[in-house]
C-alpha cells in the first residue's frame, strides 16, 4: 500500500499549488479521502474530505473558498488544489485514506508560503 504526495514546494504569498496523492495496492474508489497538515508545534488538522464516489466534500470554514479537493478513481489519485496562498498554510499536508476501521497514510509533502 502506498499514498505519495507530490506537489509541494516554496510560493509567494498570494499564489497557488497543486496537490496530487497518488495510491497504490488497495482498492483506492472504496476509500474516502483526506488532506491534513501539520505546521512545526501545531497539531494536526483537517483540510480537506472527499468520499470514496467523489460527490460529497468538505473543507473547513477557514480555508473555504481557496481550497478544493477533488478526486480521479481512474487515475486512483486524489487532488488539493490551493489558491490565495497565506504564509499560515505553511505545513506538511500528507494524504489519509480510511474505510470503515481500515486507515493508510502518505509521507507528506511541504508547503512554504514565503516571500
Known amino acids: 500500500v502506498q499514498l505519495v504526495e507530490s506537489g509541494g514546494g516554496l510560493v509567494q504569498p498570494g499564489g497557488s499549488l497543486r496537490l496530487s496523492c497518488a495510491a497504490s495496492?488497495?482498492?483506492?474508489?472504496?476509500?474516502?479521502m483526506r488532506w491534513y497538515r501539520q505546521a512545526p508545534g501545531e497539531e494536526r488538522e483537517l483540510v480537506a474530505y472527499?468520499?470514496?464516489?467523489?460527490?460529497?466534500?468538505y473543507v473547513p470554514n477557514s480555508m473555504k473558498g481557496r481550497f478544493t479537493i477533488s478526486r480521479d478513481n481512474a487515475k486512483n489519485t486524489v487532488y488539493l488544489q490551493m489558491n490565495s496562498l497565506q504564509p499560515e498554510d505553511t505545513a506538511v499536508y500528507s494524504c489519509?485514506?480510511?474505510?470503515?476501521?481500515?486507515?493508510?497514510w502518505g509521507q507528506g509533502t511541504q508547503v512554504t508560503v514565503s516571500s
Open positions: 495496492g488497495f482498492t483506492f474508489s472504496s476509500f474516502a
Open positions: 472527499i468520499n470514496s464516489g467523489g460527490i460529497s466534500t
Open positions: 489519509h485514506a480510511r474505510r470503515d476501521s481500515i486507515e493508510f
